[in-house]
């Protein structure tokens, strides 16, 4: 199972972030747990230049823009 985290402050962009990375996970038959982290010392952690960012098991693999659904599913996949 895949851990994703959305990083962000709840903004509109975030939630979209969140929707677009539970549909690839979906489409693509992946399993995953998704994690939304508010808090911006753990959002610093992880040296995000703006938001909204994405973590896929530990990785931060997108930040300040919110990827397609092809783009998550190739990281979910790796």
Do not use: H
Not at 3 to 10: A, R, W
């Amino acid at each position: 199972m895949k851990t994703v985290k959305i990083l962000g402050s709840g903004c509109a962009n975030c939630r979209k972030l969140e929707a677009v990375a539970r549909e690839a996970a979906a489409g693509a038959g992946i399993e995953a747990e998704f994690v939304k982290v508010t808090d911006m010392q753990a959002i610093m952690a992880y040296d995000l230049l703006s938001t909204p960012g994405l973590v896929i098991d530990g990785k931060l693999v997108s930040s300040g823009r919110i990827p397609t659904q092809a783009e998550i599913r190739e990281w979910m996949a790796a």
